[in-house]
């Protein structure tokens, strides 16, 4: 199972970005999906979570400006962010967690991480 994140970018304060994240291998079915971002000298953060029923999760500091939404068909959650701020620079990180099918049982449960993209927001 592998989380391919994609991207991130520099982008000037006010500016947006679009990020997507999909996943791919022996899955089954996603539960939740999320983006955390980890800024330098700072610990993970949650920034947004969906359900597979399409509820959504935001942190305070990014309501009204970051809309995170799925394709449950495709494998995907994106998170679109509008703008931007120089503190909305971080490694942004996808999360998802899975139902993972072999071919003698399935295993619930199953937390993934994406390698996860950088975001930038200059001044």
């Known amino acids: 199972v592998q989380l391919q994140a994609c991207g991130g970018g520099l982008v000037q304060a006010g500016g947006f970005l679009r990020l997507s994240c999909a996943a791919s291998g022996s899955i089954f079915s996603i539960n939740a999906m999320g983006w955390y971002r980890q800024a330098p000298g700072k610990g993970r953060e949650l920034v947004a979570a969906?359900?597979?029923?399409?509820?959504?999760n935001y942190a305070d500091s990014v309501k009204g400006r970051f809309t995170i939404s799925r394709d449950n068909a495709k494998n995907t959650v994106y998170l679109q962010m509008n703008s931007l701020k120089p503190e909305d620079t971080a490694f942004y990180y996808c999360n998802a967690d899975l139902i993972i099918a072999t071919p003698t049982e399935y295993y619930y449960g199953m937390d993934y991480w994406g390698e996860g993209t950088q975001v930038t927001v200059s001044s």
């Open positions: 969906i359900t597979s029923g399409g509820i959504t």
